[in-house]
């Protein structure tokens, strides 16, 4: 019994250093909207020791860009309105109120497999607590830094890079990573640009 227990512990511990820490580099993903064959724009998320950069450019013209800063917690959305450049700040308790709708989400593996980014992946269904259900594909081969990344699909021992949004205000997206690099990038990419005004949203509420 004892060797068998060594042997199960063994085997456990290799399986969780096989798993490598994605802490600096960029994923890619296509974008699609409502179930069309064709992608509708571009995802792409980039790390760094923490920060995360995420830029959303659609084929109509729209664009996003938000920055979170893992030392303060803060995220920064930036955007332009005519002449005018802003920053809209959320202070850690903001983001975190954002993301509750997320917190206690069930992760269930699933039993299909598949490439993406050339990384082995495998399926997963995340189940919310107001019951709505996404389906994902995962490596389980890199876990990031830190928890944060995973904000949507909290306990997920790997990175999401197949999964669909569904809103009931928006249409749904579905996400589908096709580049995947762990190269060094540069800092400068999280920081808020010079010229854009940071301000809190109540500061925003007033302008408009």
Do not use: W
């Amino acid at each position: 019994m004892r060797i068998l227990l060594f042997i199960a512990l063994l085997l456990s511990s290799a399986s969780l250093s096989a798993q490598k820490i994605f802490s600096e580099g960029r994923i890619r993903y296509d974008v699609y909207v409502n179930g069309e064959a064709k992608p509708s724009g571009l995802y792409v998320i980039t790390v760094k020791g923490g920060n995360i950069r995420r830029e959303l450019s659609m084929n109509n013209g729209y664009s996003n860009v938000t920055l979170f800063h893992f030392k303060t917690g803060k995220t920064y959305s930036l955007a332009v309105d005519g002449d005018e450049y802003y920053a809209l700040e959320l202070s850690a308790e903001e983001v975190q109120e954002k993301n509750k709708r997320f917190s206690g989400a069930q992760v269930s593996n699933g039993t299909k497999s598949r490439k993406l980014a050339g990384q082995a992946c495998l399926s997963a269904e995340v189940v919310y607590t107001d019951g709505e259900k996404v389906s994902i594909f995962f490596t389980p081969d890199y876990v990031p830094q830190h928890e944060t990344f995973n904000a949507m699909f909290p306990g997920l021992k790997g990175l999401a890079l197949e999964y669909e949004v569904r809103s009931s205000k928006a249409p749904g997206m579905k996400f589908v990573a096709t580049e995947m690099n762990i190269n060094p990038v540069e800092s400068g990419q999280f920081e808020v640009p010079a010229g854009y005004r940071i301000l809190t949203r109540a500061e925003l509420e007033k302008l408009h």
